[in-house]
Structures are given as structure tokens and as C-alpha cells.
């Protein structure tokens, strides 16, 4: 699995959740994984906080068109799903015992790819995403995860602010070495007119790899933290 991008199918879940009132009722444990009998699936996150949510998502692949693969989940549901197109994508949702359910379907010749995503409904707002995080001044935080099924909880965060690459990276270069951290070798050169820049720490406690882009609007930090 991979934590420096998160998959679509996390993006869709937060959107519905975010459409639903906060659920007064207790979730009862995760739902049954619900994909086609012959399909191939595999986790990308079995634990993980998307934005302070809790979820799950599921890859599967399975040889089967995607108006058989809406069909099977029309009938394993018997209730309405709910149906959007997104591009040439058709993404399905429903909400199980205090959990909501998206299913994002992509096919190419016969055959389907799909990301299955559960996430547990909360019955309060969760907390702002980047609480406690380090990070500039006005800066906007678009995605905070943290994978805990992975060894040292690594966390994610994409963030975007108006300061060029190279001050986002002499900020974390200040801030980190404050907190023990020490700028690995392998970092790459960040001069006041770079575009993008990288930067490894290592500590006693954990690591942080910084990435910064420079983009039309916005320069785009990313910052990955573990144990």
C-alpha cells in the first residue's frame, strides 16, 4: 500500500458522509465485505482516519462487466442504491447499521475494477483536519490521514498556502530540528527559485518526508509522518 496518495474511493465516502446529518445510532461493527464471489480483492486500508473519519477501503478486481457488477449489488442489497457517473466511472452507495458504503466501478474489456469504501457515520463533527499538525501559518490542510494498520501510524497530510517551496521547506527545516529531527543527506537542493522540493528528518522517535510543489494557484505541501 502506498500513503503518499489516497484512493478516489475515500474522497466519494467523505462526500456522502458529509451529506448526512450526524447518525444518532450506534454502528454495530464493520459491515460484510460485499464484493462478487470470483472477484480478486485486497486492502488498501483496514484501518485507517480520513479526515478524522474512520474508514476502510478494499480493491477488487473480477471478470465481469460493470452493469453485471451494478446488477449482482442490486441484488445483494434488494434495497436502492444510490447511482452516480463520475467521468467513466459509476460509483454505488448505501448506508448499513451506522456505516455508509461507496463502491467506485471502472471496466475495460469485460472485465471490472472496483474500490469498496466503508466509513463508520459519526455521531458528533470530528475533529478539523491537521489538528495538532505542523504546519505554516495560514495554511489550508485538504486531507489528513493516518493508516493505523500500518507499523508506526504513519500520517498523511496534503496541504496548500501561498508560500513558495523553498519557505515551506526552511519552515519544516526550523520546526523539525527544534523537535530533534535531523535533515537526511538524501534531501534534494531547495533554492529560493525551485518549483519543487523534497526533504527527509530523521529522529529518535520516528521520520517526516516533505514534498513541495509549486502549483498555479497555491504551492501543495505534503508531509508524511510515522514511527
Same mark, same amino acid.
Given at each position: 500500500?502506498?500513503?503518499?496518495? $489516497?484512493?478516489?474511493c *475515500?474522497?466519494?465516502?467523505?462526500?456522502?458522509v *458529509?451529506?448526512?446529518?450526524?447518525?444518532k445510532?450506534?454502528?454495530?461493527?464493520?459491515?460484510?465485505?460485499?464484493?462478487?464471489?470470483?472477484?480478486?480483492?485486497?486492502?488498501?486500508?483496514?484501518?485507517?482516519?480520513?479526515?478524522g $473519519?474512520e474508514?476502510?477501503?478494499? +480493491?477488487f478486481?473480477?471478470?465481469?462487466?460493470k452493469?453485471?457488477v451494478?446488477? #449482482?449489488?442490486?441484488k445483494?442489497r434488494? %434495497?436502492?442504491l444510490?447511482?452516480? &457517473?463520475?467521468?467513466? &466511472?459509476?460509483? $454505488?452507495?448505501? %448506508?448499513?447499521?451506522?456505516?455508509?458504503?461507496?463502491?467506485?466501478?471502472?471496466?475495460?474489456?469485460? &472485465?471490472? /475494477?472496483?474500490?469498496?469504501?466503508?466509513? &463508520?457515520?459519526?455521531? +458528533?463533527?470530528p475533529? *478539523?483536519?491537521?489538528?495538532?499538525?505542523?504546519?505554516?501559518?495560514?495554511?489550508?490542510?485538504y %486531507?489528513?490521514?493516518?493508516? +493505523?494498520?500500518?507499523?508506526? @501510524?504513519?500520517?498523511s497530510?496534503?496541504?496548500?498556502?501561498? #508560500?513558495?517551496p523553498?519557505?515551506?521547506?526552511? #519552515?519544516?527545516? +526550523?520546526? $523539525?530540528?527544534a523537535?530533534?529531527?535531523?535533515?537526511s %543527506?538524501?534531501?534534494?537542493k531547495? /533554492?529560493?527559485?525551485?518549483?519543487?522540493c523534497?526533504?527527509?528528518?530523521?529522529s @529518535?522517535?520516528?521520520? !517526516? !518526508?516533505? /514534498?513541495?510543489?509549486?502549483?498555479?494557484?497555491?504551492?501543495?505541501?505534503m508531509?508524511?509522518q510515522?514511527?
Amino acid at each position: 500500500m502506498g500513503i503518499e496518495t $489516497l484512493p478516489r474511493c *475515500a474522497v466519494f465516502c467523505l462526500l456522502a458522509v *458529509a451529506s448526512l446529518a450526524p447518525h444518532k445510532g450506534l454502528a454495530t461493527g464493520w459491515p460484510d465485505v460485499l464484493v462478487p464471489a470470483d472477484a480478486q480483492a485486497q486492502w488498501v486500508s483496514s484501518d485507517m482516519l480520513y479526515n478524522g $473519519l474512520e474508514m476502510r477501503i478494499l +480493491r477488487f478486481d473480477v471478470d465481469m462487466t460493470k452493469n453485471e457488477v451494478i446488477a #449482482f449489488y442490486n441484488k445483494a442489497r434488494k %434495497e436502492k442504491l444510490v447511482q452516480n &457517473k463520475i467521468g467513466p &466511472k459509476t460509483v $454505488l452507495g448505501y %448506508e448499513e447499521n451506522g456505516y455508509y458504503v461507496t463502491v467506485e466501478l471502472s471496466s475495460t474489456a469485460g &472485465k471490472t /475494477t472496483g474500490q469498496l469504501g466503508m466509513t &463508520k457515520l459519526p455521531s +458528533r463533527k470530528p475533529p *478539523a483536519a491537521g489538528q495538532g499538525a505542523i504546519k505554516p501559518s495560514l495554511t489550508k490542510v485538504y %486531507e489528513d490521514i493516518v493508516y +493505523r494498520d500500518v507499523p508506526g @501510524n504513519p500520517r498523511s497530510l496534503r496541504m496548500g498556502n501561498q #508560500f513558495s517551496p523553498y519557505q515551506n521547506q526552511k #519552515f519544516y527545516e +526550523r520546526a $523539525l530540528r527544534a523537535k530533534g529531527y535531523v535533515e537526511s %543527506e538524501s534531501s534534494s537542493k531547495c /533554492t529560493a527559485s525551485s518549483q519543487s522540493c523534497i526533504s527527509y528528518y530523521q529522529s @529518535n522517535t520516528g521520520m !517526516a !518526508a516533505i /514534498t513541495t510543489m509549486r502549483m498555479e494557484k497555491e504551492t501543495i505541501v505534503m508531509m508524511v509522518q510515522g514511527k
